[in-house]
C-alpha cells in the first residue's frame, strides 16, 4: 500500500528551490490539495516574482506568471472572467504580497474576491539575496540591514493576517507554519480549507505560511526550522484570524 | 436602416467594446475619460459583464492580464498620468503575448499636469511606454464616430495579431457629442488554445509568461514577435488624405488637431494655397509611405500637434530629409486655432 | 516492513529527513554525489523503516515514496 507519493498535480521535475528551502513543502501541500479536491482541470494558478516566480513550471494546471506584487489583480481578473467554473490561486512571497502588492492584497481582501492565496512569509527577500522584507523581524540582520532591522529607520514588520482581519471583507484567515511533522499537517487542512472555502463560493481566504530561507538566513536547513519557531512564531503567532462562516455557525 | 444616436465619445469607446464582444472592463477614475467606467458601471450588470473599479490604475491592467491571459475579450481606460501606472502591465501583456485594449484619453502633462486635452503621450504610445522592446497597435480616432468603430477595430487587430491595442484619444475627443452609428460587423475573437482558461484535464497545461531567463530563448521570442509586428506595419497602416493630389504645401495632424488643421486647410485652399492634409489613423503603425510619395512634392511640411513635437519625429522619419519639417504646437491642454495653422500654411507657401 | 523509494537524483542533501526518522533509517551518503553535486539520502537501515512518511512530509523536494 502506497502511504506517500508525489501528488498528480505536481510536476514531476527538480525544483530550483536551495536545499532545505520549505517552498517546495508547501508547493507539494497545495497539489496534494488539487489532487484531493479533484480540481486541477479547472484550477489556474498565479506565479509571484521572487523565490517562486518559476512556481509555474512546478504546477500541472494552467498556470500565469504576474508581475511583482500583482497576483491578486490578475487572479481577480480570471476568477471574473468565469467565476463558476475557474479555481483560481496566488502564490505570494512576502515582499510580493506584503510590500510591492499591498494595494491588491488587501482589496482584493475587502472585496472579499472568491480566491485562494497562499502566502510564504520568511521574513527575508530570498530570490535577490536576502534583502529585508516587510516581514524582517526587529533586529534582523539581511543584505539591507547589515546593523539588525532598525525599527526607528525602516518601522515595524507588517503582520498580514492581523491586518487583514481588521476588514470585513475576508472569509478566512490563518497562520500556519511547515516546520514540522504536526504542523505540516495542520498547514494542509488550512490550505485544504481556502481551497474548498472557494469552492463553496466563500470567498477571501489566505492562509499565511510562516517558512524558511536557511540560505539566506545563514543557518543549516535544521536550525532554520528551529528558527521559526524561536523567533518567528512569538512575532507571528499561528492560529485563525477570521473564520466567517464558523463565527455564522456558531 | 443606420440609427444614428447622439454621444459623447467616450460613452461611444464603451458601447463600442461592448458591441466588440467586450464583458469584462477595469477602471479607475481620472478626468477626462472616467465617462467611460460611468457607462460600464451602468451597462455590464445588465449584460452579465463584469465592470470592477479598482483600487489602482496598477490593478486594473492587472485584471485586464487575467481576464486576457483567460481568453477573453477586455478593456481598460485612463489618460495621462494613469496610463504611466499601466506603462508595466502593458508591457507585461506585450511580453505575454496577450491581446487586450486601452484607451488613453490624454490630458496635458508632464506630472499631473492639467485635465485639458492634449496629445502629449504620442512617443509613451507609440515608441513602447513601458521597458522592453514591443510595440502597441495604436488607433487615434478623428470623429467620435471613429472612437466606436476604431474602437472595435482595436479588439480585432489585438485577438489577430496577440498583442495590446491602444485607442490614442484626447480630453476634447472623450468630451464632445456627435452622432454615431453602432452597426459594426464584429470579427468574433478566434479560438485561444493558448489560454490559461483550465486544463480540463484535456491537454498539458497552459503557461502564460513573459519571463524567458535563457538570453537566446527570450531573443528568439523578441524576433519572432518583431515578425508579428512587421506584419502589422505591412497589413494594418491606415490614414486619410484631403487635397494631396496636387498639394505644394502639406500638413499633417491626427486627432483632434487634424479637426482644426482641416478647417485651416479649407481657408488656405480657399486662398488659392495649393496645401494637402495626411491625418494618419494609425500612429503605430505610423503611415509612412504616403509621407515618403508626398516628399517627392511638396516643398514643406508642417505637423500640427497638441504637443512640443512628438509625432513630427516620424514624419520626419518618413521625409527621409527629402524636405523640411516644421512644428505648429500649442501645449498644456491648449488647441492651436484656424488661424494660427493658417498663417503657418501661408508663411511657407509665401517661400519664407 | 515498509518500503521507501528515493528519487536520489533530485535530492538536495538538506537532511530534514534524517532529522526527523523517529527510527534513524536515513542517513547522507558519506561518500556519493548526485547529479546535483549534492550527497544523497540513503535508506541505512531501511529494515527498521516503519512507514510513518515523516521522512516523505518533510521532504521539500518530494523524492521519497513510502509503501507499506
Not at chain 2, 88 to 110: C, F, H, K, M, T
Not at chain 3, 8 to 27: A, F
Request: charged content about 25%.
Amino acid at each position: 500500500m502506497v502511504v506517500f507519493d508525489k501528488p498528480k498535480s505536481l510536476a514531476d521535475i527538480s525544483m530550483h528551490y536551495c536545499p532545505g528551502c520549505t517552498h517546495g513543502i508547501v508547493h507539494r501541500l497545495v497539489a496534494e490539495v488539487i489532487d484531493e479536491l479533484g480540481i486541477e482541470g479547472r484550477t489556474i494558478g498565479i506565479a509571484p516574482v521572487g523565490c517562486s516566480v518559476m512556481a509555474y513550471n512546478y504546477f500541472n494546471c494552467d498556470m500565469i506568471e504576474a508581475a511583482h506584487g500583482r497576483a491578486p489583480a490578475v487572479a481577480t481578473g480570471v476568477k471574473r472572467a468565469n467565476p463558476d467554473e475557474h479555481i483560481v490561486f496566488t502564490y505570494q512571497g512576502d515582499g510580493d504580497l506584503a510590500s510591492i502588492g499591498m494595494a491588491e492584497t488587501v482589496h482584493s481582501a475587502a472585496r472579499n474576491e472568491n480566491i485562494t492565496i497562499i502566502f510564504i512569509n520568511n521574513a527575508i527577500y530570498g530570490m535577490t539575496g536576502g534583502q529585508m522584507a516587510p516581514t524582517s523581524l526587529p533586529g534582523q540582520v539581511t543584505q539591507t540591514s547589515p546593523y539588525g532591522r532598525d525599527v526607528n529607520a525602516c518601522g515595524f514588520p507588517v503582520r498580514v493576517c492581523e491586518m487583514l482581519a481588521t476588514l470585513d471583507g475576508p472569509e478566512y484567515l490563518e497562520r500556519v507554519t511547515v516546520n514540522s511533522v504536526k504542523a505540516i499537517k495542520n498547514a494542509k487542512k488550512a490550505i485544504k480549507k481556502a481551497f474548498q472555502n472557494q469552492i463553496d463560493k466563500k470567498g477571501f481566504s489566505l492562509v499565511e505560511v510562516l517558512s524558511t530561507c536557511p540560505t539566506n538566513w545563514g543557518m543549516t536547513p535544521k536550525d532554520a526550522l528551529k528558527w521559526v519557531d524561536e523567533k518567528m512564531i512569538p512575532y507571528y503567532p499561528l492560529g485563525v484570524y477570521k473564520d466567517r462562516s464558523a463565527k455564522e455557525d456558531k | 436602416m443606420a440609427n444614428k444616436v447622439l454621444m459623447k465619445g467616450n460613452e461611444a469607446i464603451a458601447e463600442a467594446a461592448i458591441k466588440a464582444g467586450c464583458m469584462h472592463y477595469f477602471g479607475y477614475p481620472i478626468t477626462p475619460q472616467t465617462e467611460i467606467a460611468a457607462y460600464m458601471a451602468k451597462r455590464m450588470p445588465k449584460i452579465g459583464g463584469t465592470f470592477l473599479q479598482a483600487e489602482s490604475e496598477i490593478a486594473a491592467i492587472n485584471m485586464v492580464y487575467g481576464v486576457s491571459a483567460a481568453g477573453y475579450r477586455v478593456m481598460t481606460s485612463s489618460s495621462s498620468p494613469g496610463i504611466s501606472l499601466k506603462s508595466e502591465g502593458i508591457s507585461y501583456l506585450a511580453g505575454a503575448d496577450l491581446p487586450a485594449v486601452i484607451i488613453n484619453v490624454q490630458r496635458g502633462g508632464p506630472g499631473l499636469g492639467g485635465i485639458q486635452p492634449s496629445q502629449s503621450d504620442y512617443f509613451q504610445a507609440t515608441k513602447g511606454g513601458g521597458h522592453g522592446d514591443f510595440h502597441l497597435i495604436v488607433l487615434a480616432p478623428g470623429n467620435v464616430q471613429e472612437m466606436a468603430s476604431l474602437t472595435v477595430k482595436a479588439f480585432e487587430l489585438a485577438d489577430k495579431y496577440r498583442m495590446p491595442a491602444m485607442i490614442l484619444a484626447d480630453g476634447t475627443m472623450g468630451q464632445m457629442m456627435e452622432p454615431v452609428e453602432f452597426d459594426f460587423d464584429v470579427t468574433p475573437a478566434p479560438e485561444k488554445p493558448w489560454a490559461t482558461n483550465g486544463t480540463k484535464m484535456q491537454r498539458k497545461h497552459n503557461i502564460v509568461n513573459s519571463l524567458s531567463l535563457v538570453p537566446e530563448e527570450l531573443e528568439k521570442f523578441n524576433f519572432e514577435r518583431f515578425e508579428r509586428y512587421a506584419q502589422v506595419e505591412e497589413n494594418e497602416v491606415m490614414y486619410d488624405e484631403y487635397l494631396c493630389d496636387d498639394a505644394e504645401i502639406l500638413v499633417t495632424a491626427y486627432g483632434i488637431a487634424s479637426r482644426v488643421t482641416k478647417n485651416a486647410v479649407d481657408e488656405a485652399r480657399k486662398k488659392g494655397i495649393k496645401v494637402g492634409l495626411i491625418r494618419p489613423i494609425t500612429v503605430w503603425p505610423f503611415p509612412k509611405k504616403p509621407f515618403a510619395k508626398m516628399a517627392e512634392k511638396v516643398k514643406h511640411v508642417i505637423c500640427v500637434e497638441l504637443s512640443m513635437g512628438q509625432m513630427i519625429e516620424d514624419v520626419k522619419l518618413a521625409v527621409e530629409c527629402k524636405v523640411p519639417v516644421t512644428l505648429c504646437n500649442r501645449s498644456g491642454g491648449m488647441i492651436p486655432s484656424t488661424e494660427q495653422i493658417l498663417a503657418e500654411i501661408e508663411k511657407y507657401a509665401k517661400g519664407e | 516492513m515498509a518500503k521507501l523509494t528515493i528519487n536520489v537524483d533530485n535530492c538536495k542533501g538538506c537532511g530534514l529527513c534524517v532529522d526527523v526518522c523517529p527510527k534513524k533509517v536515513l542517513e547522507l551518503s558519506p561518500n556519493k554525489i548526485n547529479k546535483k553535486g549534492h550527497k544523497p539520502v540513503e535508506a541505512v537501515r531501511e529494515a527498521d523503516c516503519i512507514g510513518c512518511a515523516f521522512c516523505a512530509t518533510m521532504c521539500p523536494d518530494c523524492i521519497i515514496k513510502v509503501e507499506r
